[in-house]
């Protein structure tokens, strides 16, 4: 259903845009990142004039909480009654280095970098016992695992089939490169993974090189913009470690408005749909806890997120732009046993020169 809405969105600002068109064909510099409301968490929102560059950092936030079946929360012991582990609260945090620069004044380049820091709580039944290698070992209540490291590559092409002086329309076009690890291991005294690949969720990459298409609609007038989004994430093949994470679908439509200089706000609404994976990794066992399982990969995710933004004009601070965004899940619909997904924090630098 959202995503026939957000396609009648999109529909209906191309409409708007064959109404208002005006003769302006070409664009300077000026339409470009001067009053920029794109929100933090937004990625490709326009292309760049010839020879324009912009480099960015973001740091995102994703915190995760008591495990749901579908959309139902689940207790503890029922979590015990398939798994013997509980997680009951998972992060992950991700710093972004990107750079982008106009090739021509349609087309421009994008290249992001990543490191992730991934965190997970387990839990056990108190004297609970566990039986590895033929030998009984008592097991302490609380764990913790994390990983931390680079993760994929992303290489993007962007187009500006319509562009001018309010109004792009850009398709891009692009590549996911598996630099991420996959190979995470815990450590030799883990009660569930020692010295073996840890879960899937723990891993830092996807293995896969992935195709990632995509189309964007922005127009920016006076005060207002608006803009509606569509990106796709293709998995081409399985991993060396034979699984593959599902194909995802990511829409976004957002509304802004400049207050006062470069002071503006941002209301957006997110979605995010993720097949089930394929394969397994043979050497993780699939009930010590819920993300060691595929079938507990998948679902759809609907996000309200909310904004903040200040773009520089002037003095040795011009052209600079500061951003943060905060959003909760509106509506979300998991396949299998996943934890709630409970708050996203993304803040954001950029600057084009």
Request: hydrophobic share 40%.
């Amino acid at each position: 259903m959202f995503f026939k809405q957000l396609c009648l969105v999109f529909v209906l600002c191309i409409s708007h845009w064959l109404v208002a068109q005006e003769d302006t064909t070409t664009c300077d510099a000026s339409c470009h990142c001067i009053r920029n409301l794109t929100p933090a968490g937004v990625m490709i929102s326009h292309v760049h004039p010839k020879n324009e560059w912009m480099v960015s950092y973001r740091y995102m936030h994703m915190g995760m909480g008591t495990p749901i079946q579908g959309n139902t929360a689940l207790s503890e012991l029922a979590i015990y009654n398939s798994y013997l582990a509980y997680t009951p609260a998972m992060q992950m945090d991700m710093h972004m280095l990107m750079g982008m620069v106009g090739i021509t004044n349609r087309l421009t380049a994008m290249v992001m970098i990543n490191y992730l820091s991934s965190s997970m709580d387990m839990h056990m039944l108190s004297g609970h016992s566990h039986t590895m290698n033929g030998m009984t070992m008592s097991s302490p209540s609380t764990m913790n695992m994390n990983t931390q490291g680079l993760g994929d590559t992303k290489l993007q092409l962007l187009y500006g089939i319509i562009k001018n002086e309010h109004t792009q329309l850009v398709f891009n076009l692009g590549a996911s490169i598996p630099m991420g690890s996959i190979q995470q291991k815990g450590t030799s005294d883990d009660m569930f993974y020692p010295s073996t690949r840890l879960p899937y969720m723990m891993q830092l990459g996807s293995g896969s090189f992935d195709f990632q298409p995509g189309i964007t609609f922005v127009h920016q007038a006076d005060k207002l913009a608006y803009s509606v989004q569509a990106q796709g994430n293709l998995r081409l093949h399985n991993n060396s470690v034979a699984y593959r994470y599902g194909n995802e679908w990511n829409a976004n439509a957002w509304i802004g408005y400049n207050w006062w200089k470069g002071f503006g706000s941002t209301i957006r609404l997110e979605g995010n749909w993720l097949s089930t994976m394929q394969g397994a990794d043979k050497s993780v066992y699939s009930f010590n806890e819920i993300s060691a399982n595929t079938s507990n990969y998948g679902g759809t995710r609907v996000l309200g997120q909310l904004g903040l933004s200040y773009q520089f004009e002037e003095g040795f601070v011009a052209n600079h732009r500061l951003a943060i965004e905060t959003g909760l899940p509106i509506y979300q619909q998991v396949r299998g046993i996943q934890n709630k997904l409970n708050q996203t924090w993304i803040a954001s630098w950029s600057y084009s020169f």
